[in-house]
């Protein structure tokens, strides 16, 4: 039990722990305190669902039509392009971070934007439906739930870092050109990760 619980943990957290346009996101609003706690659970709980859809065995029917995974990579380098544009855009007028002020993006939107980079994302699926999936049915009938708790554990306390414990560098990133330079490496990350979507 605790063999399978640390396993799903690290496995997870090597999975999770990437620079991607979901993290980059996450740290964006962390760092900004804007909606922090509604994209943090939205990608958390995200993940319970994807990893569970993956250790219930969703991640065969997945294997068995590619055209879901075909229709989700373009509509994900769609979206990765505008927002990358969009992060380039903004650069151009930097503002300093005022973490007390209001925020200025709305709660549906930052919650849409935190849909959209990880259900939009195909490397999720393989990621955490297929590859997690596919590790921890290999811990057996009752090994494998345990690997999900230590996998959805990982998850959870890995965006919780990233959200909640961004606001500690927000006085580093209180300079305009700090936060443009920010908003210049999250938009190159979104058009790299959305031209290799493209080139597949």
């Known amino acids: 039990m605790l063999d399978s619980t640390a396993a799903g943990l690290l496995t997870g957290l090597s999975l999770i ?17 804007e909606h922090v706690g509604i994209v943090v659970a939205i990608c958390a709980l995200s993940d319970l669902v994807l990893i569970t859809a993956g250790v219930a065995g969703i991640g065969r029917i997945v294997e068995h039509a590619p055209w879901v995974l075909d229709v989700v990579r373009w509509l994900g380098v769609a979206f990765l392009s505008w927002y990358g544009v969009s992060s380039l855009l903004r650069a151009r007028r930097p503002e300093s971070l005022r973490a007390a002020e209001r925020a200025t993006v709305s709660r549906r939107g930052v919650a849409g934007r935190a849909m959209a980079l990880t259900w939009l994302n195909p490397h999720v699926y393989l990621d955490t439906v297929l590859l997690l999936g596919t590790i921890a049915n290999h811990e057996g009938p ?3 739930w345990w690997f999900a708790v230590g996998a959805a554990v990982a998850s959870i306390l890995w965006f919780c870092a990233l959200g909640f414990g961004a606001r500690f560098a927000s006085p580093v990133l209180a300079r305009p050109r700090a936060w443009q330079v920010l908003d210049v490496l999250i938009g190159v990350v979104m058009l790299l990760i959305a031209l290799q979507l493209a080139l597949g």
């Open 17 to 33: 722990v990437a620079i991607g346009a979901q993290n980059a996101y996450v740290l964006r609003q962390g760092l900004a305190r």
């Open 142 to 144: 009752t090994g494998r």
